[in-house]
């Protein structure tokens, strides 16, 4: 069955940065674009990015440009979200998350399955 | 930015009860729209997405309607394990997606 499974959870300090993997099986990994979001505390989603796994084109959401880099391995079929500078702010579960229609398709633009996330903690 | 607003942020319901959360966007978003349930420690599940479309597996009790820029979340009779809280999330503007700020159902 289809599954992501992530990294597991970090603890970093101010000004660092976090490097967050998530690995992909049982499907075709280069057919289906991903996307990070992540949850603060107690509070709602927000969307970071989204990576085309064939070519390795990105696109990042305007809050988190210039600090997000997302990478993938075609061999292990895993992607990789890193995170620069971080602050008590980005104290957060990331997910990472697949759309269920391949290529890019806005108009099936959901997110199934999930991966099981990752706490980052940023602490002085 | 599309803005995704819901309401209410968190309610009390018993067992049994029909409950409605309503999902607002800050323009129209066609049937773009999708719902999750996150329970706590676990990652958001797809409840329905095309506003209406029932995802596999997910029972009847869940359903959707809307479109443009109103859309509301049906559970028909709520369970115990219903307990959670839910998500809308608007695609229209993909790959950037926007998602409302939550809604909580408690046990009353």
């Known amino acids: 069955q289809v599954q992501l499974v992530q990294s597991g959870a970090e603890v970093k300090k101010p000004g660092a940065s976090v490097k967050v993997s998530c690995k992909a099986s049982?499907?075709?990994?280069?057919?289906?674009?991903m996307h990070w979001v992540r949850q603060a505390p107690g509070q709602g989603l927000e969307w970071m990015g989204i990576i085309n796994p064939s070519g390795g084109s990105t696109s990042y959401a305007q809050k988190f440009q210039g600090r997000v880099t997302m990478t993938r391995d075609t061999s292990t079929s895993t992607v990789y979200m890193e995170l620069s500078s971080l602050r008590s702010e980005d104290t957060a579960v990331y997910y990472c998350?697949?759309?269920?229609?391949?290529?890019?398709?806005?108009?099936?633009?959901?997110?199934?399955?999930w991966g099981q996330g990752t706490l980052v903690t940023v602490s002085s | 930015a599309i803005r995704m607003t819901q309401s209410p942020s968190s309610l009390s319901a018993s067992t049994g009860d029909r409950v409605t959360i309503t999902c607002r966007a800050s323009?129209?978003?066609?049937?773009?729209l999708a719902w999750y349930q996150q329970k706590p420690g676990k990652a958001p599940k797809l409840l329905i997405y095309a506003a209406s479309t029932l995802q596999s597996g997910v029972p009847s009790r869940f359903s959707g309607s809307g479109s443009g820029t109103d859309f509301t979340l049906t559970i028909s009779c709520l369970q115990s394990e219903d307990f959670a809280t839910y998500y809308c999330q608007q695609y229209y503007s993909y790959p950037s997606v926007a998602f409302g700020q939550g809604t909580k159902v408690e046990i009353k």
């Open positions: 323009q129209g978003i066609s049937s773009y």
């Open positions: 998350a697949t759309t269920s229609t391949p290529g890019y398709s806005s108009s099936s633009g959901w997110f199934d399955p």
């Open positions: 049982g499907y075709t990994f280069t057919s289906y674009y």
